[in-house]
């Protein structure tokens, strides 16, 4: 009920009556009174004044279930959430969740991790309260071979969500990080369960650098968030909501291909290195060319210096700037 009241009164630019929250939720004054003083309690300033009745002042920024179920407006994703004021990692236990049988689109949030997940074994710095944390647990219906495909649809997602919250010229580091200025301003990790033709479930998991103000010595030169780069704090459940929407609209034009075709070039218009040199990093070769943009399956094409182009594949490659980390 407290999300519900959160909806409604943030829906209403001016006052909603306890009379009307009694009746849209079929309980009495006293009980709508206590959700109210809840809610105040957990930082929200709701205004109740006599003869008109509950208006929301401000909101604390949080990434509750109850917030984010007040601010989401989709259908599917995000629309269970588990919220972890402090959690292991949020893809740890989505994928448990996802063993439980919770539904495609559950969303967990956390806003701590002491053992955040980075990708090649790495350790995602997850301090208290700053940043964003999340994981989506997906259960398409696709071949596994396909399922890599929807990190770039995360990305995109993530990349487009950020942009129209900070107004921010964000831009993906192929194949899935978010980069800002030069600096990596979001991670992604994606995690599968699969039988040889069949996914049990996919989690996607999220880092985004948003209010943090500083980073440890060893990242100050690579990592940056939004609060860095502007001096504004936004709120941590807006930018969730945002990316939500997006990558509603993102999945559903992907499942319609079954890969990137609908998206390549949206995609590609946010590409960082687009035409520019990288270096490929290989197992078995190392080589400088120019970055051309992705194809329908998310590969890399790229154009050696002997005019021949190929596509290379995130499994096999890494891809840096010619002089640095883009
Ligand atoms: C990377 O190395 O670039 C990927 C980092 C992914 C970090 C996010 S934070 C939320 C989710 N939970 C984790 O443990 N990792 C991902």
Redesign the pocket.
């Known amino acids: 009920m407290k999300s519900e009241i959160l909806k409604m009164l943030r829906e209403d630019d001016g006052y909603v009556s306890g009379q009307q929250l009694c009746e849209k939720f079929g309980v009495s004054r006293t009980a709508i009174w206590k959700a109210i003083n809840q809610l105040k309690e957990e930082g929200y300033q709701v205004e109740a004044v006599r003869n008109r009745g509950y208006h929301i002042v401000s909101s604390p920024d949080v990434v509750t279930e109850e917030e984010l179920i007040s601010v989401l407006d989709t259908v599917w994703a995000g629309q269970q959430v588990f919220f972890f004021e402090k959690t292991d990692?949020?893809?740890?236990q989505a994928k448990q969740l996802g063993e439980k049988g919770m539904p495609h689109g559950t969303l967990v949030t956390a806003n701590q991790?002491d053992?955040?997940?980075?990708?090649r074994g790495?350790f995602?710095e997850?301090p208290a309260g700053s940043s964003i944390?999340?994981?989506i647990l997906l259960r398409p219906e696709i071949p596994p071979d396909k399922a890599p495909m929807l990190t770039l649809v995360v990305a995109l997602s993530t990349a487009e969500g950020l942009k129209e919250c900070t107004g921010l010229d964000v831009q993906i580091k192929w194949p899935n990080?978010i980069v800002l200025n030069g600096k990596k301003l979001v991670?992604?990790?994606t995690e599968m369960s699969t039988e040889i033709d069949y996914i049990n479930h996919v989690v996607i998991?999220?880092?985004i650098n948003v209010n943090i103000q500083t980073f440890p010595e060893e990242l100050n030169e690579k990592a940056t968030s939004i609060y860095i780069e502007t001096g504004q704090k936004i709120k941590r459940s807006k930018i969730i909501a945002v990316i939500m929407k997006y990558f509603e609209k993102n999945y559903a034009l992907f499942m319609q291909a079954q890969n990137l075709e609908n998206l390549k070039d949206k995609y590609n218009s946010l590409l960082v290195n687009r035409e520019k040199e990288v270096r490929i990093l290989g197992a078995k070769e190392q080589f400088t060319a120019i970055a051309l943009g992705i194809n329908r399956h998310g590969e890399l094409l790229v154009r050696r210096e002997d005019g021949q182009e190929e596509a290379v594949f995130a499994g096999e490659v890494s891809v840096r700037g010619v002089y640095g980390y883009v």
């Open positions: 990692s949020t893809n740890i991790q053992k955040g997940r980075g990708r790495r995602w997850s944390y999340m994981s990080d991670g992604i990790l998991g999220v880092g």
